[in-house]
Each structure stands twice: as structure tokens, then as C-alpha cells.
């Protein structure tokens, strides 16, 4: 039996098309992966079935019956529900009330609460949602909301479940959970629908996947009958190496030394007494599950945080106030958020290029902005680094994630930095633009420069660095060579004691 | 290869900077259009409001018209009455490019018009420009020190502009009616100065309408404030900060310098309304004397959409309803409140372009912004 058929779906906003002439076929009972680069038209596809978009033309069949989805409402109906990549939850309200909210149990007009904590304590039980249903949104765990996501649309009878990128925001471990979850699903009877761009993850959970590419189903597979490469080629539309190549390295004096650092945040500690040095030619990477310190400690090391005590040098040097010092004496910064940081979004590509460089010669001259030097810079960046907009004029919101980010680690390593602060450098971002990414970051290795990699994403973590640091509440746990195992590293994370020696 | 990417890359500029222009272009017609829309709709809505109070539209948006454009004298008045409103306009525009609501130009006219007269008292034997400039810059520098207080309460307490700013209002229109009063009392009932002395009187362009080169200035000074928000890397901060506070921040902005620049030259502006004010109208300060030209500033940044030449198109738009709006009531004997309707019309309906936008959508389904394709 079909879950659901999507027949020659397309999608255009203005003159871009987000999805041309889809087919797309769901089993019952399978769970099936949505496989591609940013932009490719996954996100937009599974809005249409979820009512929130309107198809330009295609029909849609759930059950094997033509229907019409014009609102969420239709989709809910329909027995659909959808866990989007930003959860759409009230952070005052405890758990039972976001699942309930707007489909609230009452008795003689009265709210019936206690009813309403059993069936969802009874839900969370049988699919293992583990989560107290009267704690408050705002004190859980990102995995733990996501859950309360899953059981929102499982609360209003969801059969086939559409699951936006939900591992972006999870730790290994809830990763795993959350496929123990999906199993469970899966088990009795719902279909789930898995977006992501990640391989691993799709020959990890899913039976079929269907990959898409500008728009366009490329095709759809038995996930047992291909493998990593394969996807990734039909994905990308050319061969990806998985893995980059990391040739041994010089290593030479340290280009960054960071000493007893402490940094405090509004809740008290963030970052206690870290040290350590980054060498020229050497990654060095820090692992953790975010949120145990690293945007405070890369904040401090950027000069956007009030640091206690501790010091942080460069070439030996001690360094100003501000990010403006820093960048004087030659760091470059790639944001973990970017955002929120990275870029102005409004502003164009050429504008966004010069962040930081704005009263700095060439780009301007006793303060006015020398805008034919500024177009050329950004002309040139554009096509070395390629970056694919429409014009150096376009606002960057416009661009793709993965072309956003290109943007943000063009900026900063065309500036010849001596020590790269990357941050999250692939959040993301797709394939290419990670394979990319980080074969600048080697390249920056290879000429001599140090580079301290803070990263949530262990693959890439171990894949660049030569040394691993593990933070864990603020501060490092552990020192690892850059061959350690995955699941040793995973339990450090995840703070388990290192065993002595 | 090489050769060949470069001149397809020097293609792909050349078009899109092309392409840019017509996209600029277009985007200014859209935005003008949708103006132009909500003014006849203002007008049509107004209309209506007479017919049933029985007035006679006709005549009245006729006399309206002729008030406004009809001859020289009633281009000059609109064009005084836009002048003060263009710097008001200013000074709004600008600190809202920094991401700030400047709700205290009325205030910040009052001290620049009171300076402006006490220094134009004293500017007797100086040549004409000295004696026109130093007034004027007088007035530009107690409203850029009056305005810089909300930006410095802001950077320092994280005390909110809007509030700060509306009550600095009333603290600037009695404290200079208190000073000049006890102070720099001219003889005589009402709470005025003396006479500023002839040298610093603004020239009349045209003899008896009363119009000076003020609106010159103010035309002026539309171009510089373009070329500020285009061209400088101050003004490139300004709206990094106004667009995005943590990136501007991270690209070595002190925002907090900026929020105190951008509210004191949002002042500066509306200093320079007053001063113009005083050297060509008044010709002395005057307790009490602005009919708001402050808060129509506002309006005026509203309408105009925060752009430089838009605030010129507004306020000479708010210009021409005020004086045609004199002739309206003149001659068609319809009450100068309805003005004030139509004012309000105009900005409500320009000031809620999502729901404009939703009656031109409403004609055309399925037009989606693209918002989330990625």
C-alpha cells in the first residue's frame, strides 16, 4: 500500500523553480529518505504535502486516494505530521501543553489536564519519547524538544511522519536515540519520511531514499543496493571524496596560545581555566556537544566576551580589546552561528565581503568606501572561491546556506591570516561545500598556518585534526591523538570520565 | 581555461550590473507606486468623508490643488512648509538606518531653534554666510548634544530610545520656554526673543512668499546623507548595526558608539529644522512655536521608507497637503482638520504596506514571497 504519491509536483518562487516535475512514492511502513544538497527542493517538497505551500501544479494521492492538502489542517486530517528543522514549540508552557495546544481535551468546558499527562505519558512510553510531561519547554534538552515534537504530531493520530534535518541539532547519542525512536515508529506500522544531506545517516536508518538535485528527483534506491559514493555522485552530480586527504604536516612554533582561560556567562561558568596552543601547520580540533562552552570560549578567543582572567596570544603577543584587534594581528574567524554573526543579510554579497574590512585600505580611504576597489575584490573572491549568486549586488539572504558559508570562510581566508578560528565551519552546509570547506582549512594547514577547528561534528572533527581537545562543561577533559576511536571520543563528549592514563 | 573563465566572469559582471540597475529602478517604481496608490486612496476615502458631510469635493480638491501647485505663491508655501519637514524627516530616517526609533526630533528642534537665535543675536557686522552659517551650526550642535542623550542612555543602561527620546520632548519644549522667559525676554506678553539681528535673516528667494534657500539646503543635504549611507564606512556601520547588531559587532563595530552617533545626528537634523526655522520664518525664537514638525517627521520617514530622496518626496508631499489644505479651508470653506484626516489616511495606509500588499496579492493568488526555498 502507498502512503503517499506525489505526481509531477512543481514549485516556482518568482523565476526559481524548487521543484520541477516531482515523483515521489512512499510505502506504508517504510521509512524513507529525502537525500540532497541545501536548496535542492527537500524542505519545499514536504511543505507542499504538509499544506503549507501550494503546488504550481502535480496532484497528490494519500492512501491511494487523490486528495487536495491547502493547510496544515488538511494535512493533520490526512494523518501527516511534520517535525520541522525549527521546532515550533512555546518554551513557557510545560511539555503536555505544547503537544496539546490546539487540540486540547476538555471536560464540561474545562481544560481536563490530568487526562491529557496519561495519554501523552502513555505515547511516550510506547514509542520510548522519553520526556516529563510537565516539565517546561524552556528547561529541556533541544533532543528532549524535538521529542516533544514527534509526540505533537503523534498526539493528533499522525501516521506518516515527515522529519525535517532532525539531526542537525543532536548530539551523537540522541542521534542514535532518535533512530531508536524511528525504529519503534516503524515497528508499528508508521511511515516516516527523513530529510537530511547526511549519507551516514540515510544508509543508516533509512529502506529506500530518493535523491534530489536542483529541484529534480535524480532517483530512488534501495538503500541495501547502494553506498556512500553512490549517493554522494548523484547527489552532488560529480564524484565526492568523503574523506580529504590530511598529508603530514610541518609543525612549527605556536601561532596560538590561549592560557588559563576562564570566560563567565550569564548563568555563571561557561569556560574554567582552558589552556592550550595552536601550532603553525597543525589543526588542532575541539569536540563537544554544543553547548558545554565552545561559543563562549570562541567568543573570548574573539574578543566579544569579558574574560576573568587568563590570556590569550598571538605570536607571543598579547592581544587588544575587540574583534578589531584581532584581526590586526592576522586571525581570521569563521562564526559557529552564521547568521547571527557571519553575515548582514540585507547587505549584498560585495558588502558582506568586507565585514570587518571596512575602514581598512582598499576598501576605503579616510572613511570613504572605494566602491570600484570593493566590486573588483568581491568579483574576484566570487569566481575563485565560487560562490554561486546572481550578482555581487545581491542580498546575501538570497544565497543557499552552503553558498552563505562559502561567502563567510572566503572573507576570512582571503585576508592571508596567520591563525584560522573556525567554528562549526560545515553547519549546514551540503557535500560539495563541506568537501570544499574543508580543503581550504587543509590548505591553510599546509601553508603554515595554525588552525583551531571547534566543532559538534566529530566525523570532522577527527577527519582535519591533528590533535583533539574535549570539552565537556566548560572545560577540557581530554587531550586525544588525531587516530582516536569514534566511541571513545563519543563517551567524552557525552562525559564520561577519561580512564586513567 | 583560465583566460576563459575571466572573460565569462567579466560577462557576468558586466550583466549584472546591468540587470542591478533595472532591478534598483524597478524597486523604486514598486515602492513609489504603492505610494501613489495609498495617497489616491487617502484621497478617494477623504472624498468620501466630505460627500457625506455634504462639502463640495469637487471644489475642494480643486482649491486644494491650486493652493499647492496652483501658482508661485502656492509652490513657495509648499515648499516652506516641506523644508523643516525634510530635516525632521532626516533625522529620523537616520537613526532608523541604525536600527533606532528617534521619536525626540520635536525636542531636539527646539534646542537648535533656540540656539540658533541666541547666537544669530550676536552675529551683527559678520559677512552674510558667516552670519547665516554660525546660527545654523549653533543649532546643529545643541541637536546633535540633545539627541546624542537617548543613544547614550541607551549604550550605557540599555534604556529604551523610544521612551527616552518622547519624554526628552517635553523636558526640551519647557525648559527652552523656562530659559527664554527668564532669561531672553523680549518686551511684550508672549515668551519670545528679541529680533535676531538682520545679517542672519535667510534671504527670500522669492520676494514676499517667504520661501528661503533653506530647501535648498535640505535638497542638499538628501545627497549627502545618500552618499553617507552609500559611501562611507561609517555609514556602512551605521547599517551594519541597524541590520544586524552581532555581525556588526563582530566585524569590530562598537555598536554602542554607533547607537550614540546615529541618535546625536538624527538630533543634528532636527537641530537644523529648528535654526532654518528661526533664521527664515520666525526670525526669533518663539516659545512653542512648532505645530509638530517633529512628529510629522516621523510620518515623513515612515513614507519616504527610510531613503534619503524618499523623505524629500514625502515631505514635499506633506508640503502640499498643508498648504493646499489653507486654500482648501479658504475657499471651499471645508475645516483644516480634514487635512489632518487626510494626512492620517496617507500614513496609515502607507505605513501598513503588508496589508496593501495583501490587496494587490488578493488580485493575483499564489504569489508567494520566497522566503524558505532552501
Given amino acids: 500500500m502507498r502512503a503517499v504519491e506525489l505526481h509531477d509536483i512543481t514549485k516556482r518562487f518568482g523565476t526559481l523553480a524548487a521543484n520541477k516535475a516531482v515523483h515521489l512514492t512512499v510505502e506504508r511502513g517504510e521509512v524513507h529518505s529525502l537525500l540532497g544538497e541545501n536548496g535542492a527542493g527537500k524542505t519545499t517538497l514536504m511543505k507542499i504535502l504538509f499544506g503549507l505551500y501550494q503546488a504550481d501544479s502535480g496532484s497528490i494521492r494519500v492512501n491511494e486516494r487523490p486528495v487536495a492538502i491547502r493547510r496544515p489542517d488538511d494535512a493533520i486530517t490526512l494523518g501527516i505530521g511534520m517535525v520541522h528543522q525549527h521546532f515550533m514549540l512555546v518554551p513557557r508552557l510545560t511539555v503536555t501543553e505544547n503537544v496539546i495546544a490546539g487540540s486540547e481535551v476538555a471536560r464540561h468546558g474545562f481544560l481536563d489536564m490530568a487526562t491529557a499527562v496519561e495519554d501523552i505519558a502513555k505515547l511516550a512510553e510506547r514509542y520510548r519519547l522519553r520526556v516529563a510531561p510537565r516539565a517546561r519547554v524552556e528547561n529541556i534538552s533541544v533532543g528532549q524538544q524535538q521529542r516533544v515534537e514527534i509526540l505533537k504530531a503523534l498526539y493528533r493520530k499522525a501516521d506518516l511522519l515527515i522529519l525535517d534535518e532532525p539531526t542537525a541539532v543532536l548530539t551523537p547519542q540522541e542521534t542514535d536515540d532518535l533512530f531508536e525512536i524511528i525504529r519503534r515508529l516503524k515497528g508499528d506500522g508508521k511511515t516516516v519520511i527523513f530529510i537530511t544531506h547526511k549519507l551516514r545517516e540515510t544508509m543508516a536508518i533509512s529502506d529506500r531514499v530518493t535523491v534530489l538535485r536542483d529541484g529534480a528527483v535524480v532517483d530512488t534506491l534501495y538503500t541495501a543496493e547502494t553506498g556512500p559514493a553512490e549517493l554522494a555522485r548523484r547527489m552532488v552530480g560529480r564524484d565526492v571524496l568523503l574523506r580529504v586527504e590530511r598529508p603530514p604536516s610541518e609543525i612549527g612554533k605556536p601561532l596560538l596560545e590561549v592560557c588559563d582561560l576562564s570566560v563567565a556567562s550569564r548563568y555563571g561558568t561557561a569556560v574554567e581555566s582552558v589552556s592550550f596552543a595552536v601550532h603553525a601547520g597543525e589543526i588542532l580540533g575541539i569536540a563537544g556537544v554544543e553547548g558545554n562552552g565552545q561559543l563562549e570560549l570562541e567568543e573570548a578567543i574573539l574578543g566579544l566576551r569579558k574574560t576573568p582572567s587568563g590570556t590569550i596570544k598571538v605570536r607571543s603577543l598579547e592581544l587588544g580589546s575587540g574583534p578589531d584587534a584581532r584581526r590586526s594581528v592576522g586571525m581570521a574567524h569563521i562564526p559557529s552561528d552564521r547568521l547571527r554573526r557571519g553575515v548582514v543579510p540585507d547587505f549584498s554579497v560585495a558588502w558582506n565581503l568586507i565585514l570587518g574590512s571596512q575602514w581598512r585600505r582598499p576598501f576605503s580611504r579616510r572613511g570613504a568606501l572605494l566602491r570600484n576597489e570593493i566590486a573588483d575584490y568581491a568579483r574576484r573572491v566570487v569566481s575563485q572561491y565560487g560562490i554561486r549568486c546572481e550578482s555581487i549586488e545581491a542580498p546575501v539572504g538570497s544565497l543557499s546556506g552552503g553558498n552563505q558559508q562559502k561567502l563567510v570562510v572566503a572573507r576570512e581566508l582571503s585576508r592571508d591570516p596567520d591563525v584560522v578560528i573556525a567554528c562549526q565551519p560545515t553547519r549546514g552546509v551540503d557535500v560539495g561545500a563541506i568537501e570544499y570547506i574543508h580543503n581550504q582549512l587543509l590548505a591553510m594547514r599546509a601553508a603554515g598556518k595554525a588552525v583551531l577547528l571547534i566543532s559538534a561534528e566529530l566525523d570532522e572533527v577527527r577527519a582535519l585534526s591533528d590533535r583533539i581537545l574535549v570539552m565537556y562543561e566548560g572545560k577540557i577533559v581530554a587531550e586525544r591523538k588525531s587516530d582516536a576511536g569514534e566511541s571513545e571520543l563519543g563517551l567524552l563528549m557525552a562525559g564520561h570520565r577519561a580512564e586513567a592514563g | ?374
Fill in chain 2, 1 to 374: 581555461m583560465t583566460q576563459k573563465n575571466d572573460l565569462t566572469s567579466v560577462t557576468a559582471g558586466a550583466r549584472s550590473r546591468s540587470s542591478r540597475l533595472s532591478g534598483k529602478v524597478r524597486a523604486a517604481l514598486t515602492e513609489l507606486g504603492f505610494s501613489a496608490f495609498a495617497i489616491t486612496l487617502a484621497l478617494v476615502i477623504s472624498a468620501l468623508l466630505m460627500i457625506t458631510l455634504g462639502y463640495d469635493v469637487g471644489l475642494a480638491y480643486q482649491s486644494m490643488f491650486r493652493g499647492a501647485f496652483g501658482s508661485l505663491r502656492g509652490v513657495s508655501q509648499t515648499l516652506l512648509r516641506a523644508t523643516p519637514l525634510l530635516f525632521t524627516g532626516f533625522a529620523v530616517a537616520i537613526a532608523f538606518r541604525a536600527g533606532l526609533f528617534n521619536i525626540g526630533a520635536e525636542g531636539q528642534l527646539y534646542w537648535g531653534a533656540l540656539a540658533c537665535a541666541l547666537v544669530a543675536l550676536t552675529v551683527e557686522g559678520l559677512p552674510k554666510t558667516i552670519a547665516v552659517a554660525l546660527p545654523l551650526l549653533a543649532a546643529g550642535l545643541a541637536g546633535f548634544l540633545w539627541g546624542a542623550v537617548p543613544g547614550i542612555l541607551k549604550a550605557r543602561t540599555g534604556a529604551h530610545e523610544v521612551i527616552t527620546s518622547i519624554m526628552l520632548n517635553s523636558i526640551a519644549i519647557f525648559a527652552t520656554t523656562h530659559i527664554t522667559s527668564r532669561y531672553f525676554m523680549a518686551p511684550g506678553a508672549v515668551d519670545q526673543t528679541e529680533r535676531i539681528v538682520a545679517a542672519a535673516v535667510m534671504p527670500q528667494i522669492i520676494p514676499g512668499t517667504g520661501l528661503t534657500a533653506g530647501i535648498f539646503l535640505g535638497i542638499a543635504m538628501a545627497a549627502l546623507v545618500a552618499w553617507f549611507f552609500g559611501h562611507t564606512a561609517l555609514g556602512y556601520d551605521f547599517q551594519a548595526v541597524g541590520r544586524n547588531v552581532d555581525a556588526a559587532e563582530y566585524g569590530g563595530v562598537s555598536s554602542k558608539r554607533i547607537q550614540v552617533l546615529a541618535m546625536g545626528f538624527g538630533g543634528m537634523m532636527a537641530g537644523v529644522a529648528g535654526g532654518i526655522v528661526v533664521l527664515s520664518l520666525l526670525n526669533r525664537f518663539v516659545a512653542n512655536f512648532s505645530p509638530g514638525y517633529g512628529f510629522t517627521g516621523i510620518a515623513v520617514a515612515v513614507l519616504g521608507r527610510g531613503n534619503p530622496w524618499g523623505v524629500v518626496l514625502a515631505a514635499l508631499l506633506f508640503g502640499a497637503l498643508d498648504s493646499g489644505g489653507m486654500s482648501m479651508q479658504l475657499f471651499a470653506r471645508i475645516p483644516s482638520d480634514l487635512t489632518i484626516v487626510v494626512q492620517g489616511l496617507v500614513i496609515i495606509l502607507v505605513a501598513a504596506p503588508a496589508a496593501l500588499r495583501a490587496m494587490v496579492r488578493w488580485r493575483k493568488p499564489n504569489k508567494v514571497e520566497p522566503v524558505d526555498v532552501a
